[in-house]
């Protein structure tokens, strides 16, 4: 069986976008292939743990910069484990020095979920390290066509080094039962309808900001799930719009009510302003729950998801007229939410789907391993 070593920030229970297709792909992996995480802990300590099936070493840091984790004992670990294959998912320059220092353990397969978009200066001391690393790679795996078109680096690499397989996830978990259905209609009763609903970390790139201001103009309520830096920016900034009693800062709540908190909602809301928002996977997730999108056209993998007039909406981010008039049009067209909201999960079924990520990334593994699936 191969022994296949996963590199990345976090793991769950960290609930961000990576981490969560990080979390859904190994416990699938795992009934193939021998699974191992190795991430970051959030203090010096390191612990050894088993979640859902999966082993997962947290090390200890000595601290973050440019909001990568230096983990010491990385080099080692590797070295220690023995794998067949390194997966490792960036951005993350520490991961790419740390296997470069062990020796180049196993082969490498690279995860690129985005380009460092914000720390140029940490990009132009990394770059020469970061080709390296590329050309290292026996396969680079990522989530849409985009994100080898926009980038600067895997855009000059041969096409054939890089393959697709789109974020998948489990639909079945979003089923709408009756329990759900009793959490959605209390969210709908304490937030108030019509109701548009943004999840997602409240930091610099998802464009928070931009869709509060939107709000002045959107007949409607407002569900923000999330935490970060700027929320109490964000809360200030809702006062000074005059829309603070429409806007519901409801923090992070559990996975159950999350999902209910899409079924809760008439229009999901991505209003994501930099390249950092990659892929967007809440996206799929509202798909899912048969809801239309309204995100934004950047040069990244969220208009490939999000299909504008098809499966939602999609506007020129930065822009808070033309995002208040895609989310009041899908709100006042209570047919036209519906017949987008049955495509987008018809899309969610057909290309965002967990169990074919999982054995689309194993024969990833097969070919770079050079083995058969009855060798496995």
Known sequence: MLHVVHIGKYYWPYRRGIETYLRVLCERLTEAVDVDVVVANEG?????????????????????VASTSLCTQLPLTLRRLRPDIVHVHLPNPWAEWSYLAAGAPGRLVVGFHSDIIRQKVLLRLHAPVHRLFLRRAARIIVATPRHIEYSPFLSQLPPERCTVIPYGIDAKEFELTREMERMA????????????????????YKGVDVLIRAMREVEGHLAIIGRGPLEQELRRLAREECVEGRVHFLGYIEEGKLRAAYHACDVFCLPSTQRSEAFGIVQVEAFACGKPVVSTDLPSGVPWVNRDGETGLIVPPGDSGALAAALQGL????GLRRAMGARARARAAEVFDAD?????????????????????
């Open 356 to 376: 074919r990520m999982a054995a689309q990334t194993l024969g990833v593994y097969q070919e770079v391993a050079g083995a058969t699936r009855g060798e496995l």
């Open 185 to 204: 209609g209390g969210l709908r009763a304490q937030c108030g309808t019509p109701l548009v609903l943004f999840v997602g970390q409240l930091v610099y």
């Open 331 to 334: 709100l006042n067209d209570e």
């Open 44 to 64: 010096m300590r390191t612990v050894r743990e088993e979640v859902n099936g999966v082993r997962v070493t947290r090390l200890g840091r000595l601290g973050e």
